[in-house]
């Protein structure tokens, strides 16, 4: 059973930074992409960033400049950091994994959500 752990979530004021993690375990044989989203209040989930296992990112128009996502695959693990951080950026954020398992089944992953608030 694959199993995300995410971690630095919190509250920040306006201008802030902060910096998560998620760390994948679990019988994984091959990861692909890995990837934040997040749930605003009373939004659906979103797409923030991405990264392949070349290394190759993706962010939605809002956070460009802003968050830069990275990886480290001898952790199995990938990385969100956020800096200038705005109150619209308030959400549950989840870590997405795409990955191919020891029983070479592929399929996505999610982790359980940390809180980020960007206090006005």
């Known amino acids: 059973q694959v199993q995300l752990v995410e971690s630095g979530g919190g509250l920040v004021q306006t201008g802030g930074s902060l910096r998560l993690s998620c760390e994948a375990s679990g019988p994984i044989r091959t990861m692909h992409v890995m990837g934040w989203y997040r749930r605003a209040p009373e939004k659906q989930r979103a797409l923030v960033a991405t990264?392949?296992?070349?290394?190759?990112?993706n962010y939605v128009d809002s956070v460009k400049g802003r968050f830069t996502i990275s990886r480290d695959i001898t952790k199995n693990t990938v990385y969100l950091q956020m800096n200038s951080l705005k109150p619209e950026d308030t959400a549950v954020y989840y870590c997405?994994?795409?990955?191919?398992?020891?029983?070479?089944?592929?399929?996505?992953?999610w982790g359980q959500g940390t809180q980020v608030t960007v206090s006005a």
């Open positions: 990264i392949s296992s070349g290394g190759i990112t």
């Open positions: 997405n994994v795409h990955a191919e398992t020891s029983d070479w089944f592929v399929n996505d992953y």
